[in-house]
């Protein structure tokens, strides 16, 4: 493995949990000062901070970080515009050959 990639690697191994951690704790001071001070609830701590975090992120974000639409990157994606294009530029005959046989492609085995 080249030292480039064993460097990217290091950092990302640390850099990761410590942003977890960062947003642990500006989840636990937003709570803390907004929410606690304002409404009957009570103070949280970093742990309740980031279980918060996992189950807000578990409920209405998921797991993927590569942002909306997965990972073909949305409509905009240079991808989607080389499909796009494509199919656009297809006639009819051609079209219905293409949807065929992505049809017998995507059955499941018998």
Same mark, same amino acid.
């Given at each position: 493995?080249?030292?480039?990639?064993?460097?990217?690697?290091?950092?990302?191994?640390?850099?990761?949990?410590?942003?977890?951690?960062?947003?642990?704790?500006?989840?636990?001071?937003?709570?803390?000062?907004?929410?606690?001070?304002?409404?009957?609830?009570?103070?949280?701590?970093?742990?309740?901070?980031?279980?918060?975090?996992?189950?807000?992120?578990?409920? %209405?974000?998921? %797991?993927?970080?590569?942002?909306?639409?997965?990972?073909?990157?949305?409509?905009?994606?240079?991808?989607?515009?080389?499909?796009?294009?494509?199919?656009?530029?297809?006639?009819?005959?051609?079209?219905?050959?293409?949807?065929?046989?992505?049809?017998?492609?995507?059955?499941?085995?018998?």
């Amino acid at each position: 493995m080249k030292p480039y990639w064993k460097r990217k690697i290091g950092f990302f191994i640390l850099a990761f949990p410590l942003f977890f951690m960062l947003m642990g704790y500006v989840v636990m001071l937003l709570w803390n000062y907004t929410l606690a001070e304002f409404t009957p609830l009570q103070r949280i701590n970093f742990w309740q901070a980031v279980g918060l975090l996992l189950l807000c992120r578990i409920l %209405f974000g998921g %797991f993927r970080f590569n942002g909306p639409g997965g990972r073909g990157g949305g409509p905009n994606h240079p991808k989607a515009q080389h499909w796009r294009e494509k199919w656009m530029g297809m006639n009819d005959e051609e079209r219905e050959r293409f949807k065929s046989e992505w049809k017998k492609r995507c059955q499941p085995p018998r």
